[in-house]
Structure formats: C-alpha cells, structure tokens
T-cell receptor, first 115, second 109 residues
C-alpha cells in the first residue's frame, strides 16, 4: 500500500514569513496526526484529527499554527508568522484506529528551517 | 508525561545484543516502538497492549511489564541495518501518545 505522503520535503523561510505543509494519509486511515520533531527529541503531538474533526489540539500554538482536514482525507498545516524556534521536522502520521491501539505510519516529514 | 528511555546511546559490533528500556511514571495502556534512520520517517516496529505480552519481529522483540510501567526492546545478533534511533511511544489510554527522546544505536562491522 502507498505510504503517508508529505510535501514539501524541505523548506527554508525567514522569520515572520508563512509556510504550509501538506499530508495525504494512507487510504482508509481515519485518524491523522501532525507531530513536531525537534532535533534530538521525540515527536511531539500538535494536532489529531478523526475523519475531518479535531480530536486534540491542546498542544497546538493556535496564535500562529492552524491545521485543517477537509473531506476527511488530506490535511494542511500552516504556520503564520514563523519564529526561529519553529525550526523542526514536521511529521504527518496516520492510523487505522488510534495510535494507541494500532501504532502510527509516519510520512517522511518536512524539514523546516527558519532563518 | 514523557516516557524515559535508557540508555541514550549504545554502540555495538555486528552480532552483539542490545536492550533498550522505556519507563513511564503513569499506568500504561500500550507501548509502541519505532526505528528512525537519519533523515527518514520513524518506522513502526511493534505495539504491545497491556497484559504483559511479548512480541517478536525478526530478531527484534519486546516485552511490556504493566506493573512496572515499562517496556524493553531486545535486539539480538545485531546487523548493520539495525543502526538508527529507536523511539518508544506510550499511551495511558487509546487516545494520546507520548514519545521518548530516543536511543541511538550504532552497529559497527
């Protein structure tokens, strides 16, 4: 089966600019997640979708980050305006049910560098 | 709360064994393990649900001691391809997962 697709792979922007990431999960996976992975650390959850509804966005910095999953399939994550500390890899993951029951399939990620 | 992984790093020769531990301060519903190579996505290895089961995946297996709230990943007869960073993810319920900061495994010829 096709994996989780993400684009772009790399992005370099200046602080205060905006950026958007795209994710297409595995077909049939109802649950979609966005994680932030800072170098040397484990992934940290930003937002979880179940179909096209938000399940958990408690750790999403809502003053600058937004995400949507229209039609319950692909998703976009946006940062506006970006800060230097947003430099990280942004991983999209999907799961058949929930990650706690089935584990996650991760995409290759988008490496964001804010200068 | 984030699980604690130990050791932070380990260096092995091909054919040697390794154990990576993942401990939580909270009662766990499940533990899942991933391997991430540099610049690549984390790859799912296995998931263990509460019940103290042990699972295997080729020469990689894991145990889950729910009383001690910890899991261990066992890598036997290490191969060069086993090099990477291993992450555990833990759940206190089926919903939200929290990941450790990883254990870097280097296998040398």
């Amino acid at each position: 089966e096709a994996g989780v697709a993400q684009s772009p792979r790399y992005k370099i922007i200046e602080k205060r600019q905006s950026v958007a990431f795209w994710c297409n999960p595995i077909s049939g996976h109802a649950t979609l997640y966005w994680y932030q992975q800072i170098l040397g650390q484990g992934p940290k959850l930003l937002i979880q979708f179940q179909n096209n509804g938000v399940v958990d966005d408690s750790q999403l910095p809502k003053d600058r980050f937004s995400a949507e999953r229209l039609k319950g399939v692909d998703s976009t994550l946006k940062i506006q305006p970006a800060k230097l500390e947003d430099s990280a890899v942004y991983l999209c993951a999907s799961s058949f049910g929930t990650g706690g029951d089935y584990g996650y399939t991760f995409g290759s990620g988008t490496r964001l560098t804010v200068v | 709360q984030q699980p604690v992984q130990s050791p932070q790093a380990v260096i092995l020769r091909e054919g040697e064994d390794a154990v990576i531990n993942c401990s939580s301060s909270k009662a766990l519903y499940s533990v899942h393990w991933y391997r991430q190579k540099h610049g690549e996505a984390p790859v799912f290895l296995m998931i263990l649900l509460k019940g103290g089961e042990q699972k295997g995946h080729e020469k990689i297996s894991a145990s889950f001691n729910e009383k001690k709230q910890q899991s261990s990943l066992y890598l036997t007869a290490s191969q060069l391809s086993y090099s990477g960073t291993y992450f555990c993810g833990t759940n206190t319920n089926a919903g939200k997962s929290t990941f450790g900061d990883g254990t870097t495994l280097t296998v040398k010829p």
